[in-house]
């Protein structure tokens, strides 16, 4: 069975920077692609980073380029979203998600090609 663990969520000011981690076990975390994802109160969940399974691309929302990076480390089963100049809008839950579909070429950018979801970390930006 699949198990994602997000952490590194917390309060921070605009402007400031959280990294989060997500550790996946039950399977070989190496041949699958892994998301971010975020939803806010009153929306609807979106899509953050993607990152394809050999880590070689990367996708990310208009509104976090430049700001986020989405990374991974194979040979620890986990995946990272860095977050930097973190603005009010950003406040929301995020999950981590892994890719239902074994080395998918494409970087998956919806919700519904991952079969895996972490129970979420809330992340406060205050202005």
């Known amino acids: 069975q699949v198990q994602l663990v997000e952490s590194g969520g917390g309060l921070v000011q605009t402007g400031g920077s959280l990294r989060l981690s997500c550790a996946a076990s039950?399977?070989?975390?190496?041949?699958?692609?892994m998301g971010w994802f975020r939803q806010a109160p009153g929306k609807e969940r979106e899509f953050v980073a993607g990152?394809?399974?050999?880590?070689?691309?990367?996708d990310y929302a208009d509104s976090v380029k430049g700001r986020f990076t989405i990374s991974r480390d194979n040979a620890k089963n986990t995946v990272y979203l860095q977050m930097n100049s973190l603005k009010f809008e950003d406040t929301a839950v995020y999950y981590c998600?892994?890719?239902?579909?074994?080395?998918?070429?494409?970087?998956?950018?919806?919700?519904?090609?991952?079969?895996?979801w972490g129970q979420g970390t809330q992340v406060t930006v205050s202005s």
């Open positions: 998600a892994a890719d239902s579909i074994n080395r998918r070429l494409a970087v998956p950018v919806f919700g519904t090609s991952y079969g895996y």
């Open positions: 990152i394809n399974w050999g880590g070689s691309r990367t």
């Open positions: 039950g399977r070989t975390f190496s041949n699958y692609a």
